[in-house]
């Protein structure tokens, strides 16, 4: 505990106005997850909450903000509207059962998420290559700004001629929409201006001061965070600590048909939550010039989303523009996400009057400026530098990003950058020919043997034509998978099937030992002690009156 302290005093200050600033911002998005999700706006606060809370504190990754996340709540909208038919279905019919089914899976995928961490999948956060996660971010900074002019529109309840109801948005008109541009273009001008005049005060939790206190001076008719939840169904953001719910563990039924109706939804959310949080992990590492743990942040989050759903709260993940705010607003250390938790409960618990006072406008306005920072502008300019596949994983990454899914789009990235990888890995494969006084035919191998480059492995033989010894020299290459020892094996025994030797030199230990694990007839033609030309010396005495070990080379 002294440790923690210790390491959290240094930014105390930036760290506590980061928090407030965010926690802020995060109302209005863990708002609309609710909408996106269809459940109350109180169980996704207490999720935000109870997530931020646990991963500011044990993560991986200080500076990160997690919270009830849009990325997440897709996920989970179709499971909810059947639980809720499942429940109405039962012997005892139960109403609103979705939402314990919900609860149930936020467990399951906070548990799936713990598994990952402790079998250190984290780690392979590093293998995204860099056009990916440019890519990423351009098309997350498109979401999220499409996401706020969304704001300028307003919800209403409407009932269709076949008695079913639905929310309808109208975008805003006249004099109501050159307000909210004004106020929104004033605290961007907020946020752009305060740090070249100062910046020991945070530009954007001023902006959202200044901009709320002239809405409320002036009385202005705007759309604030009251009204907003008002719109989407919600009776306001007055609420109460959050205890564990009991009817859980009474109404749900714990058994095979209930873990089979929620694996999938536990597994496809625990996945996006996971990549999402590990690729924001990644960008913050970048923004600090810092390093995180991605193992520990798998496990924070799988224990954040754990308790959540024993809570009653909804899952989540790494929430990338409340990250960024963060960083911006200088928040750096454990402390900014605890202040974003206890801040966002005190909101709910005992301010929620003045923060259903907050103006939209200014909240998006902060966000504008989040994704004017977030968006990798530098990606237009080394465009026509990079090589024409990396250009394509960008573009392709961004457009997935936008109009299908975040974890799509990122496992979109990956296979195409590693078939290019594979392609260019598998036109390096070389073979030098070569004839020994003996007459032996020497074929020197250079590049990676894998199954992208086989065939033309083979292709560099001559079986046929060859004299009765031959020899492969793997001095430069390497043997990398199963279909690299089938190709040397089925070669092995089309030389064999015309009468003729051949003799396998200069392996490393390593791929020696995957050849002899995988087929016992390697050990009749691999040649063992040789030495390997790359690390021979050859010494004239003349030159060297002193032992070699006397001499620093």
């Not at 709260?313 to 202040?339: E, K």
């Not at 005190?346 to 200014?362: C, R």
């Not at 560099?460 to 010894?469: L, M, S, V």
Request: proline residues 4%; charged residues 20%.
């Amino acid at each position: 505990m002294t440790e923690f302290i210790r390491k959290i005093v240094p930014n105390a200050k930036d760290d506590v106005l980061a928090g407030i600033t965010v926690s802020l911002a995060m109302i209005p998005e863990v708002v609309a997850f609710a909408f996106v999700a269809q459940i109350d706006p109180l169980m996704a606060l207490s999720g935000a909450f109870i997530i931020g809370l646990i991963t500011a504190i044990f993560g991986g990754r200080p500076g990160l903000i997690s919270g009830a996340a849009g990325a997440v709540a897709v996920i989970f909208v179709t499971m909810i509207a059947d639980g809720h038919t499942k429940g109405m279905l039962m012997d005892i019919p139960i109403e609103n059962m979705g939402f314990f089914y919900l609860m149930a899976c936020v467990v399951l995928m906070g548990i799936i998420q713990i598994f990952a961490g402790v079998f250190k999948l984290g780690r392979f956060v590093r293998l995204i290559p860099h056009p990916v996660m440019m890519g990423f971010v351009n098309g997350l900074s498109i979401v999220i700004f499409m996401a706020q002019v969304k704001m300028f529109s307003h919800k209403s309840l409407q009932v269709s001629s076949a008695g079913v109801k639905e929310y309808v948005s109208t975008y805003m008109q006249g004099s109501e929409l050159y307000i909210m541009i004004g106020l929104v273009l004033l605290t961007m001008a907020i946020i752009w201006g305060l740090p070249k005049i100062t910046k020991k005060i945070p530009a954007a939790l001023t902006a959202i001061l200044v901009t709320s206190l002239i809405v409320i001076g002036f009385n202005m008719d705007v759309s604030t965070v009251g009204s907003y939840i008002v719109e989407g169904g919600g009776t306001g953001l007055k609420g109460e600590f959050p205890t564990p719910n009991m009817e859980l563990w009474e109404k749900l039924p714990f058994n095979l048909d209930t873990l089979k109706f929620i694996a999938l939804p536990a597994f496809l959310a625990a996945s996006v939550g996971l990549i999402e949080s590990l690729m924001t992990m990644n960008l913050v590492d970048e923004l600090t010039e810092t390093r995180g743990n991605g193992n520990r942040e798998c496990v924070a989050q799988g224990a954040g989303n754990i308790v959540s759903g024993l809570f009653g709260g909804t899952g989540g993940c790494g929430m990338i523009g409340q990250t960024v705010i963060n960083v911006n607003a200088g928040g750096r250390g454990r402390l900014s996400g605890i202040m974003m938790a206890v801040t966002l409960l005190s909101f709910i618990l005992f301010a929620d009057k003045l923060i259903e006072m907050v103006p939209i406008a200014a909240l998006v306005g902060v966000m504008f400026m989040m994704v004017i920072e977030t968006f990798a502008w530098s990606s237009f300019r080394i465009f026509k530098k990079i090589p024409m596949s990396d250009a394509i994983v960008l573009v392709t990454v961004s457009l997935v990003t936008v109009f299908v899914d975040l974890a799509v789009a990122v496992f979109v990235g990956v296979i195409i950058s590693a078939l290019v990888f594979a392609w260019e890995s598998a036109k390096k494969i070389r073979a030098r020919k070569r004839v020994k006084e003996d007459g032996t035919k020497v074929y020197e191998i250079w590049g990676p043997l894998f199954f992208g480059s086989i065939q033309a492995f083979n292709d560099k033989f001559d079986i046929k034509t060859d004299p009765e010894n031959v020899e492969i020299d793997f001095v430069e290459s390497r043997i990398s998978d199963h279909s690299a020892l089938e190709a040397i094996f089925n070669l092995v025994e089309k030389y064999e099937a015309e009468g003729k030797t051949i003799k396998l030199k200069h392996l490393s230990e390593d791929c020696k030992i995957l050849m002899y694990k995988a087929n016992p007839k390697f050990r009749e033609v691999v040649i063992e002690d040789i030495e390997d030309p790359r690390y021979h010396l050859a010494a004239n005495p003349e030159e060297f009156p002193k032992p070699l070990s006397e001499y620093k080379f």
